[in-house]
């Protein structure tokens, strides 16, 4: 097999081995070696606080050699409360920002309870989303009858200009009047 001139051999990474890559990607002589030069994974202490993906702090926690990550505010509201947390019980956040774990900040709820609040809290925020969706339709409505108006006042001066208007005095008046109210 003909070597490529753009490779050249290299240095295995994790051995030192002197070897020919058959690929550009390739920085180990073999599979073995490729798996010990990975970065081992990342060893938390016990306490190291991190962010989760979505937005919680996480902390670890280890107990004799066994190690658990956990959502922080919920580690906090066990260590407030003496106990582990139950399956059906959740930690709320009351000023509902997800990184503020202060204790005066945090309520123990079960699941259906808190289900119940956010449903409420949702409730409010679509009556008040609905309320301004009318306030502003009257504003449309409002708007529409004002070209209407209009409409009707352009109509009645473009029949008078055509000459097609008998009552051309009343004609005259009624415009006036609809100007008035637009």
């Known amino acids: 097999m003909a070597r490529s001139k753009e ?37 938390r202490k016990h306490g190291s606080i991190f962010m989760s993906s979505g937005g919680y702090k996480m902390v670890a926690i280890w107990e004799g050699n066994k190690k658990t990550i956990m959502k922080e505010h919920r580690y906090i509201m066990e260590q407030h ?34 289900m119940r609040h956010h449903k409420n809290e949702d409730w409010k925020k679509i009556r008040a989303d609905h309320q301004k969706l009318l306030d502003s339709n009257r504003e449309l409505l409002e708007i529409l009858e004002k070209i209407s108006q209009w409409r009707k006042l352009k109509s009645d001066v473009f029949t008078y200009a055509n000459g097609d208007g008998n009552n051309f005095d009343n004609q005259i008046k009624s415009a006036i009047n609809n100007a008035k109210n637009i």
């Open 7 to 43: 490779r050249e051999d290299i240095k295995c990474r994790h051995c030192g081995k002197v070897f020919y890559p058959r690929f550009n990607h390739i920085k180990c002589c073999s599979k073995k070696c490729g798996y010990e030069s990975r970065p081992k994974y990342q060893v």
């Open 81 to 114: 409360l003496g106990r582990k947390l139950l399956e059906n019980e959740v930690v709320h956040h009351r000023n509902e920002i997800k990184t503020d774990n202060r204790i005066e900040n945090l309520e123990v709820m079960t699941k259906n309870e808190h």
